[in-house]
């Protein structure tokens, strides 16, 4: 069987959620496993019926009947956020969420001490605010780098003692650090962890081999190539790394290395959310994001033309993929162009994983960067997005519900049923 890797190669908010969800409903998959991110991932998905989902933690495939969701050990776990995805999921006509759910144990717990230190830092930067979504996903990330032996993790909500310690030495350092974080004392924490682990199953990182034997699944990325931790443009970045490595690392373990296809995923305008490098934004496009909102912690949602420089670099950063998604054909009206250069150039160059210093210069070039456009709108969009990248567009979406997605050519995503 060949496994699909889902990744975007944006600044996020491309439409993953709809592809995973279309891959799901035209093919017998076991499984969807999460390999980055955690709670501040929004992947939209709609029914024909008009229900509607933002994917967070669960899969995007939760709608179709069956189809599972694995947490891996990358994601970063917030079981408070889960519960509420739970009971949404729940009136909209998925009771079983949490049944069809396993959880590796070593995933890092996000917990309200992360959030509240996520948002204490945020707003003391100001004007020079990161665009952070607020949910702690990042702390928990930093506070795991800098703690590893004792980071809340998720097999120590089955240990109320352990649970407890760890808990109490988070909230201690981050407000040493920080002073009083507006978060609940850590008893009044402990219930809702413990009730987690009780509810859902925990396993380890050998479980995932036979989930990947036991049938076809979707590995489904969260942010995207341009947001990555170490290739993105720093400061204006994510902690995660958004690109296929995770994901073919955890392949690998299974002894399955090779066996799945690279799927990338881009929509015909740029987007970003919050601040950061978007070179080809342009306010007079007339354009709105039902499902991307301005939010207090994120900011503006921003348009842009098809920036086919940045997305050159975030299949150079990933590795390349075997094809492409293109979404939001349905926007092929609005005016939006193909930007093919900056002042002159047309590619930039990843560096190395870890140079930050690196990724601070191409932040500070590429927000002082003009964009090169072609005169005129593509009169064929795939063609021209094949043209300007060098892969080939096997999917096209043109709504955003399973029925108005098209495989355009190849065999990669032709249906199985």
Known sequence: MNHVLVVDLGYGDAGKGTVVDWLCATRPVHTVIRFNGGAQAAHNVVLRDGRHHTFAQFGAGTFRPGVRTHLSRHV???????????????????????????????????????????????????????GSCGL????????????PGSAPRVADC??????????????????????????????????????????????????????????????????????DEWHGFHPYTTWSTTTFANAEGLLAEAGLAGTAERLGVLRITTTRHGPGP??????????????NAT???????????????????????AGGVDSLALTHLDLADRGLRICRR??????????????????????ARLLAARPGYDDDP?????????EALGAPVTLTSHSPTA???LVRKGTLLTPFV
Request: proline share 8%; glycine share 8%; net charge negative.
């Open 136 to 147: 702690g996903v990042g702390e928990a990330v930093a506070y795991g780098l800098a703690h």
């Open 76 to 130: 970063v776990v917030d079981p408070l956020a889960l519960a509420a995805e739970a009971d949404h999921l729940a009136t909209v006509g998925v009771p079983d969420a949490l049944d069809r759910l396993t959880v590796d144990g070593e995933a890092l717990l996000a917990t309200p001490y992360h959030r509240a230190a996520n948002r204490a830092r945020e707003l003391a930067r100001g004007a020079d605010r990161h």
């Open 295 to 317: 939010n207090p912690w994120q900011g503006r949602f921003r348009f842009g033309h098809f920036d086919a420089v940045a997305h050159r670099y975030a299949l150079d950063a």
């Open 158 to 227: 089955r240990t109320p003692a352990v649970l407890r310690r760890r808990l109490a030495a988070l909230r201690d350092r981050l407000t040493a650090e920080l002073g009083p974080l507006d978060a609940p004392p850590v008893d009044d924490c402990l219930p809702a962890f413990t009730a987690f682990a009780d509810r859902v199953a925990i396993v380890d990182r050998s479980h995932l081999a036979g989930v990947l034997r036991a049938g076809t699944c979707v590995f489904e990325g969260a942010q995207g190539v341009l947001l």
């Open 278 to 291: 978007l070179v080809t934004e342009d306010p007079t496009l007339p354009l709105a994001d039902a499902h």
């Open 378 to 386: 593509p009169a064929d969009w795939p063609a021209a997005v094949e």
């Open 403 to 405: 029925e108005g997605k």
């Open 342 to 363: 900056y002042d002159g150039t047309d590619r930039l160059e990843p560096g190395p994983p870890g140079d930050l210093d690196r990724q601070a210069a191409l932040t």
